[in-house]
């Protein structure tokens, strides 16, 4: 049975996404806290030309969204890289490594995403303890994630097109600003003083990564998309293109009509737009912002449990985590223990700490990804039928994530070779239990 014309008889979750409901899921994901909460940190690096490291970032990330269209049009399984590694490489332990680094950047995001949830956006409303709000905000997702995936992405929907629609809000009143004689659009090639173009772009496109790396957890929902092989590169594709000019337009609309220098030290600096602009409500813009951050935690705990889910069913992790609910058919033990490990991660640090783990992570599972396209051409060859990169993508894109590795601090690398130790230790139990 091909992947075209799969239906639920050759999977256990049920089919239920549709190509538009693929679409927006992708660019939920990618949207949010990257732009709300990460864009201050970018012009402390760059200035005014906010927008550059973005377009760099979105130029990395369609190279290896290629890689990632080939394999999952090839082999729409839920265990998404891990499930790649693992026909490419044949080692149980390589598979299980990828798949680890992938569920322990989700888990991450979702942890840093809880605490931009419970900071200074939700301050405009209320004033709680940072760190209890979190846990609350993923006990909330975790039960909607448990309800249904349908459910899940039905809520998608609406989330996303309120966040698209906020970030539209500042263009606009970017341009109000501009249009009163206020705004300076020769910031928009401003950088910091002293600072020499290339590095500090490079510098802030390791940060405006993390603004696109949510493409590949969709990679984990193909066992649930219909025609996955029709579908897949469309939204894939589509969803990026569509988050990148989002992107570029709302950089260029802040640096036109507020300082680089106090969009740097805000940690809410699309506020800094609105109050500036005037007109509308800061406390409304607050609220979209939320939900924009909210989407983002709840798309990434979907990919976080179905990727559980799939490394359980190769049996990489123990087979408890497979449990299916009856009747609703998500994985709700996995949805469990993902929920537990991002609480956990909430007292390790903060949201921009968070994101450069994520990164780092990431970069790991995005080379095995792209080096296991080349192995599988040559390993089984495939008829046609599926999406194929030009050869030259997943090494363009190899080259890339060497490129940003470079740039990682000590401290991250220590904190992400502390998750990857604790799945070292999770993968010597579960073989041994298997073993016995």
Not at 42 to 53: I, K
Not at 160 to 171: F, K, P
Not at 320 to 339: D, E, N, Q, Y
Request: positive net charge.
């Amino acid at each position: 049975m091909t992947a075209s014309n799969a239906s639920s008889s050759d999977t256990r979750l049920k089919r239920g996404i549709t190509g538009a409901l693929l679409y927006l899921f992708i660019l939920g994901d990618v949207l949010g806290a990257g732009v709300y909460a990460l864009i201050g940190k970018l012009a402390q690096g760059v200035g005014g030309m906010v927008w550059l490291p973005l377009l760099v970032a979105l130029g990395m990330a369609m190279l290896t969204a290629a890689s990632y269209a080939e394999l999952v049009t090839r082999y729409p399984k839920a265990g998404g890289s891990a499930v790649f590694a693992e026909r490419a490489f044949g080692h149980p332990v390589i598979s299980f490594l990828v798949g680890f680094c992938m569920l322990a950047a989700g888990v991450t995001s979702a942890a840093g995403l809880s605490l931009a949830f419970a900071g200074d956006y939700l301050g405009a409303f209320i004033d709680v303890p940072r760190l209890p709000m979190a846990l609350v905000f993923l006990t909330l997702v975790a039960a909607l994630n448990a309800r249904g995936i349908k459910e899940s992405l039905g809520a998608n929907v609406v989330m996303t097109v309120t966040e698209i629609s906020g970030l539209l809000l500042v263009v606009l009143l970017g341009a109000w600003v501009l249009g009163r004689g206020e705004g300076d659009p020769g910031r928009v090639w401003a950088l910091p003083e002293g600072a020499s173009a290339g590095g500090a772009v490079l510098g802030a496109a390791l940060i405006a990564f993390y603004s696109f790396v949510g493409f590949e957890t969709s990679a984990n929902l193909a066992e649930e998309v219909r025609e996955v092989r029709r579908v897949y590169p469309r939204a894939l594709f589509g969803a990026l293109l569509t988050a990148g000019a989002v992107y570029v337009l709302v950089a260029l609309a802040a640096v036109v009509a507020v300082e680089p220098e106090r969009l740097a030290a805000s940690s809410g600096p699309l506020l800094e737009v609105v109050e500036v602009a005037g007109g509308v409500p800061p406390r409304l813009f607050a609220g979209v912002a939320l939900i924009a951050v909210a989407n983002g935690g709840l798309l990434t705990m979907i990919m976080a449990s179905r990727l559980t889910y799939g490394m359980a069913e190769q049996g990489l992790l123990p087979a408890v985590l497979g449990r299916v609910l009856p009747g609703r058919r998500t994985p709700w033990v996995a949805i469990l223990a993902t929920t537990l490990m991002a609480m956990a991660l909430t007292a390790t640090g903060e949201l921009a700490d968070l994101a450069e783990t994520v990164v780092l992570l990431l970069l790991f599972v995005f080379i095995s990804t792209n080096v296991a396209v080349l192995v599988l051409r040559r390993k089984e060859p495939a008829g046609s039928g599926h999406f194929r990169a030009w050869t030259v993508v997943p090494v363009l894109a190899i080259v890339c994530c060497g490129v940003l590795l470079t740039r990682q601090a000590a401290a991250t690398w220590l904190r992400a070779g502390g998750l990857l130790l604790l799945g070292g230790v999770l993968y010597l139990l579960t073989r041994g239990r298997r073993a016995r």
